[in-house]
């Protein structure tokens, strides 16, 4: 008979579990709704023509604490008056204990049955076992097989006692890389579990052991240091699973003897072999490639073929939602934060936070941060984490060697996204211009070997048509390098030194501040700026560009050494090195630039806004004229272009030429409109322009957004299926918000 705890499911698992257990006892459909503090509604059905039940759903540990709040649920009863009440609870109930309830809830409850205790509900379970498979987690937890995980002969690891396997199913929320990892296990016998740091690789390797053992293998036998203790326990008898965690080293590849890499390959050639026999490993991505590049025979063994990559895709928006809510329910959060963090929602926004990752709420918890701040700030310390998570990488990028940790420094000052022969190109000078400083010299196979560690765990390769384009793995690693750069300026300054393309100096480099706070930008004050000076004139003469253009259906390309788009750039990071450097930027600028359509207007407007006319020869008058005259320019390009005639105290070309040209645009770009949203938009836009520009007539433009409104008003009920496709889309949306919400507030209590 199953004997399931069902405290091991939160709340909101609970409910839905009792609702799937009674539409399969019923056979009827039952609602669900979210969180009724005042109704006293969890689920609720027809079991007949106008005769209404309600079920309650109750997730306690005692009967004393069951009692007290079923009597605080009297009175909602007594208002709801349903026909039939149905109560389901974690708790093991006594005959005298159901027989005390019935009375209490007389006459709503009409049969004992209806009160259904922890031996209840497993005796429902077992009659609908396809239910069970629905809550892995439940399963996972049963008694027997987290005996035959304690009882296991080999069992003398800490990681594995019972209460820390007790926790890892509390907190897990099934996802794909699962069933993917149990599919390559059961091809392959074995499979290394692998990605980058935090995002979850021994819980899953866990979570797979548990599966299997809870599916009938005999014994469990946890791998550690090395290969001898893997080979003794191998018993030919047996259904075994071994587990190597982190058989490369827990943060960095650990070089160990060339026994270790034959002894680690034979074993699993000796467990393909075997029809009884699984392997589970788990490493970092980084790790795997770096031990590759030193054991030739891992190499050649070919053994990433049954790899196991957890990628963050694989976490849904629900899925972060419910990792979240287990650590929030596990921790012993005081609930006044807890209450202040539901208050405003805050959780919608770490899951949808771009730096989401689980290592990250797990050092929130084990830092308990809400010991030192108050609980109306909690929710913005939380974000703070997500914000700038350098917990996750700081320990792994200091464990890299050297070489590759100047290699990835290198790709953080271009930007995180370019061709890869110019990220190669960039590192290649670097060595040569700081070899002095760091002792680094380039090597083409060495080179490789870097670029392989940090593939797929710090960087990523795309391949855009004939271009292969670097990049980032995760937004917050290059947070975690402007972070690191700002903590050691003596590398800072090796970037400026031994930098080779000219968006290298300000990428990720300001004199401003303002602008780097927040981590957003490393800060170099004025003893910088000889350094500075000097890798802008040397990279300005060589012309060395690495920025790239997107271009139609998808292509990209790198674009040329336009001295605008450099400049305006640069003025903007390094404002204060141009005011105390006069005519700096002046001196370098061909003026005549302004004119090329090749570079956006934006660039050029902003420049000129920038430059000091009183330093260049002519006026900024005629330049802004040419662009007026030659081009077609949005509503948004005309704000900059008059903020930037009254900045530069041109105002004497607003005539009625330039009124007219700016009625002209703007009607061409309020023609093309297709959308409400881009109406409501203009009408703000044309009130801004409004202000800067108190003369103009602007009539005729509201008549020509009022127009458009019409015309996108037929369009939409003309096009019915569109409106109806996106209904649907915004409906799937809301409610899958809904049932977050729902899911979330049931962690308040008052």
């Known amino acids: ?37 005042d109704k006293g509604i969890d689920l609720r059905f027809a079991y007949s023509k106008d005769k209404t039940c309600i079920v309650q759903c109750k997730r306690y540990k005692e009967w004393n604490e069951l009692r007290g709040k079923l009597k605080d649920e009297l009175e909602k ?28 809830f007389h006459p709503y409850i009409i049969a004992t049955a209806d009160v259904l205790g922890r031996k209840d509900l497993n005796n429902i379970l077992e009659q609908y076992s396809y239910i069970e498979k629905n809550y892995h987690k439940l399963w996972l937890a049963s008694t027997n097989v987290l005996n035959t995980i304690i009882n296991s002969a ?27 990892a149990l599919k390559i296990l059961k091809e392959n016998h074995y499979v290394i579990i692998s990605g980058i740091p935090g995002i979850g690789k021994t819980t899953l390797a866990r979570m797979l052991v548990y599966t299997i053992l809870a599916q009938g293998y005999e014994e469990f036998v946890y791998v550690t240091d090395d290969m001898d203790n893997a080979a003794k326990m191998f018993n030919k008898e047996k259904r075994q699973i071994f587990f190597f965690d982190d058989f490369l080293g827990s943060n960095s590849f650990v070089q160990q003897s060339i026994s270790f890499e034959n002894k680690l390959v034979t074993f699993i050639e000796k467990v393909i072999k075997s029809k009884n026999k699984l392997f589970v490993l788990s490493t970092r991505e980084y790790v795997l490639s770096e031990a590759k590049a030193y054991y030739e025979k891992l190499a050649m063994s070919n053994i990433d073929i049954a790899k196991c990559t957890i990628e963050l895709e694989y976490y849904t928006k629900s899925i972060r939602a419910r990792i979240l809510y287990n650590h929030l329910a596990e921790a012993n959060i005081p609930q006044n934060f807890i209450n202040a963090f ?12 771009k730096n989401f990752n689980p290592r990250v709420i797990e050092s929130i918890i084990k830092e308990q941060i809400w010991e030192t701040v108050d609980a109306n700030i909690f929710a913005s310390k939380v974000k703070d984490f997500f914000d700038n ?154 012309k060395n560009t690495c920025h790239l253009k997107e271009i139609f259906f998808e292509d990209i390309k790198k674009d040329g050494f336009t001295e605008t788009r450099i400049l305006y750039e640069f003025k903007k990071k390094f404002s204060v090195f141009c005011k ?59 704000i900059e272009v008059v903020d930037t005639i ?18 002209e645009d703007l009607k061409y770009e309020i023609g093309h409109f297709s959308d409400q949203s881009e109406c409501d938009d203009e009408y703000k836009k044309i009130d801004s322009l409004k202000k800067l520009l108190p003369d103009w007539k602007w009539y005729d433009i509201y008549d020509k957004i009022s127009y458009a409104e019409e015309c996108i008003k037929e369009k939409e009920e003309n096009n019915i299926e569109s409106d109806t496709e996106f209904d649907a889309w915004q409906a799937q949306y809301e409610k899958e918000n809904a049932q977050i919400d729902e899911m979330f507030e049931a962690l308040r209590k008052f």
Request: a negative charge.
């Open 1 to 37: 008979m199953l004997n399931y705890d069902f405290r091991i499911l939160q709340p909101s698992e609970f409910e839905c579990f009792s609702r799937d257990l009674l539409q399969a006892r019923e056979k009827l459909f039952i609602e669900s709704f979210a969180d009724g503090r």
């Open 342 to 353: 539901l208050d405003k929602r805050e959780y919608r926004t770490i899951i949808n936070h």
């Open 580 to 638: 105390n450097k006069v005519g700096f930027v002046e001196k370098l600028y061909d003026k005549d630039e302004l004119k090329w359509q090749t570079v956006k207007i934006s660039q050029r407007i902003g420049l000129m806004k920038l430059l000091d006319w009183e330093l260049i020869e002519g006026s900024a008058d005629g330049y802004i004229t040419t662009i007026i005259e030659n081009e077609t320019l949005d509503t948004d390009e005309w």
């Open 646 to 663: 009254i900045s530069i105290k041109a105002e004497n070309i607003i005539n009625d030429y330039f009124y007219d040209k700016l009625d």
């Open 77 to 104: 009863v007594k208002r709801l008056k349903p026909q039939r009440y149905i109560i389901t609870t974690s708790v093991d109930l006594t005959v005298s204990q159901k027989d005390e309830i019935v009375t209490l």
């Open 389 to 542: 998570p350098i917990s996750v990488w700081q320990f792994a990028f200091e464990k890299l060697d050297i070489e590759t940790r100047y290699v990835l420094l290198v790709l953080g000052t271009m930007g995180g996204n370019v061709r890869l022969d110019d990220f190669q190109e960039a590192y290649k000078h670097f060595c040569m211009h700081t070899s002095n400083e760091i002792r680094l010299v380039y090597d083409d196979v060495k080179w490789r070997q870097s670029l392989k560690i940090l593939t797929n765990c710090f960087v990523k390769i795309e391949y855009r048509k004939d271009t292969c384009i670097v990049k980032m793995y995760n937004p917050s690693i290059a947070d975690f390098i402007i972070f690191y750069l700002n903590k050691s300026k003596t590398t800072a300054l090796q970037m400026i030194n031994g930098a080779f393309f000219i968006e290298q100096l300000y990428e990720v480099f300001t004199d401003n501040k303002d602008a780097a706070k927040g981590n957003n930008y490393v800060f170099l004050d004025e003893k910088y700026f000889p350094h500075i000076e000097e890798s802008f004139k040397r990279i300005w003469k060589e």
């Open 154 to 180: 080999t069992l003398n690891w800490s990681a594995f006692e019972l209460e820390k396997i007790e926790k890892d199913i509390r907190l897990y929320v099934e996802n794909e890389s699962l069933n993917k």
